[in-house]
DNA sequence: GTTAGCACTCAGGGAGAATGAGTGCTAACA
DNA sequence: TGTTAGCACTCATTCTCCCTGAGTGCTAAC
């Protein structure tokens, strides 16, 4: 059943004050507040209206109403406005990103750090992941008799090394002489193409050297299934900020929760990824008790078309999603460049 | 002034009825549940004595005494007795760190779970760092026309890489050579020996080179000096366990802090690395507001003599001392171990 | 269909009393 | 001289009771 417009106006009256206020809203205060031309009475008839098909909430009989979750969903789908970024909010944030990274992990870390500052929630970032990457380059070298370090490439631009021991009789011609075999025999397969019979072959050419090319097959195969998801979650304080959270077992829930972070992983391993845009989970939508609460928010990024990952933030189901969104899309944008450059080399260019 | 074996006693019956129950404890009580031999009454009046020797505090006046931060420092210095972990407590620790490790981050952020697991209280794990670390190698390699990918390796064995971009022309041969140069000037060094005069004749040698030269010596030096500590905190929401942090403002002062990772950090930089020891600070003993009613206990980790880092946990200065301080020597003999074969191969020689 | 009016509900807050755990002090005891 | 019993006193905590005020639902009039 459609709703009137004009409920459509009192449920968004309703819904704004609510997330200003964290108080439920009495029929009253929408017609002293917003400019609606009714009077208490009839928003009241109204608010029972809205009740009943279940968009609105009573905490009790003689509190005001607040939203339910199909309320949140129907406001974030159909009422909401776009919120636009203060200049001063847009330069503060992006002079906040202006600076050089290093490593990768400092950039997720920063970037949570500025995501929870700019919205005053906890942040989530997730370190880009690649699906079904390609080997690009596989070299050894020697570092010192006995240890040899691999450095493991994949198309997407993961970059991973590990030091092994090796006999020492291994020495430098050795090697290059088998990584350079190793590197002809797997450059751009990946994680499947590393069939038992291909393995063998390779077993067999080198086998003097078959327990040092197992670990080291091992290894390639681990950079390439490198998918697992890592999150890190900045800023985590922000949420005691909320009144929902000033009980303390509520806030030890939330607390527990993203403690595990595999739990937020999951949660964002639920989300549809819709490419470049933003996805609201709204309370129970989540899937997990401890965020029956709390809302989340996630904008999804992509790096020269094979990396990816989410940005988002976790909040109380009142929350001002508008603003939270214009301000992720913009942390987004810029986090997109700043990996691009890291990852890519010094420019923006696509990175084939 | 000395204190008699009496008082002794009762502080120390009243610091450990204190650490069970977190309530304020009356001498009645400690009449009744310890057998001092004495009554009520005298115990009254040893306890006005240690409060007027600073080591009780008094909550108000009709409560019982808790400790003060002096009196836990001489319970911790003086009375406490070391706690043996059950085999039960030992084989469990044991076994839940008996796996393979890939990845440092995947060590840190296990272990900093299993201290949290073993003590229930909030786990800080710091990755290990080198200081005045030299140069071991350096090696560069081409991974596809104008991307080169520059690896470094120091000897304390921290292994970086940076992936550049450089113009299309250099290509494997040059790069071999650059990196033979670069790697015959620069081995060996640390960072302070990079003087001007040093680099001027790197760059004049191969001054075709010059600004590639430039970024690749300035990320070595970076490589050098990471001396930055980093640190991993796990199960941050177990402080909500305890008592003291039902009120919520207290909650949102301690999250507020440790989510600023550098405050953790600095605290861990301010304790003197007594070698192979374990740290205790006790509220404002860590020059840190926000840490006046919380504890410290710290044990420091050494690997290969060369690099080194701390765990430990953050609890109540109402803690449990003698359990948490044997299961964290427990911890951390066991991580020096994983980070030994880690960083060093497969065994665990000294790694030079 | 809208609105004014009225009776009713109920959370929250404050005042006041009861409770009980604890203290300090004094006087008696060994 | 050290120890203890006894007693008056303190004070945080809890409970009860009551009031207030914001809000609702319903009805009757416009």
Chains 1, 2 share one sequence.
Not at 90 to 117: A, F, T
Not at 265 to 278: C, K, P, Q, R, V
Not at 298 to 327: D, T
Request: charged share 25%.
């Amino acid at each position: 059943m459609e709703l009137s417009e004009r409920k459509k106006a009192i449920l968004q009256a309703i819904i704004e004050d609510y997330i200003q206020t964290a108080e439920p809203v009495g029929s009253r205060n929408i017609a002293k507040n917003h400019d609606l031309g009714l009077s208490a009475a009839t928003i009241r008839n109204e608010m029972a209206d809205l009740e009943e098909m279940g968009y609105l909430d009573k905490p009790h009989t003689s509190a005001g109403r607040i939203p339910s979750e199909m309320g949140y969903r129907f406001y974030v789908d159909s009422l909401m406005h776009r919120y636009s970024l203060t200049m001063e909010e847009i330069s503060s944030l992006q002079s906040s990103m202006d600076r050089k990274y290093s490593q990768l992990e400092n950039v997720v870390s920063e970037i949570s750090d500025i995501i929870s500052k700019a919205t005053n929630y906890p942040a989530i970032v997730e370190l880009p992941t690649a699906q079904k990457s390609r080997l690009r380059s596989v070299k050894m070298m020697l570092i010192e008799e006995g240890s040899v370090l691999i450095v493991v490439v994949t198309d997407a631009g993961v970059v991973r090394n590990r030091q092994m021991k090796v006999s020492a009789d291994i020495d430098y011609e050795i090697i290059d002489s088998i990584s350079e075999f190793l590197s002809g025999q797997l450059t751009g397969l990946s994680a499947d193409d590393f069939t038992p019979a291909r393995l063998m072959l390779i077993y067999e050419a080198m086998s003097q050297y078959g327990d040092f090319l197992k670990t080291v097959v091992e290894f390639v195969l681990e950079c390439l299934g490198n998918t697992q998801s890592r999150v890190y979650i900045g800023g985590a304080s922000n949420i005691l900020n909320n009144p929902e959270f000033e009980n303390i077992e509520r806030a030890r829930e939330f607390f527990s929760f993203i403690d595990r972070k595999e739990n937020v992983s999951n949660m964002l391993n639920l989300l549809e990824t819709a490419e470049e845009n933003i996805s609201i989970k709204i309370g129970s939508e989540n899937n997990a008790p401890e965020m029956r609460d709390t809302s989340l928010v996630v904008a999804s990024y992509n790096v020269g078309g094979k990396l990816h990952g989410k940005i988002g933030i976790i909040g109380p189901k009142r929350m001002n999603y508008a603003r939270v969104i214009s301000s992720l899309e913009l942390i987004n944008a810029n986090l997109t460049e700043i990996l691009g450059r890291m990852i890519y080399g010094k420019d923006d260019t696509d990175g084939n």
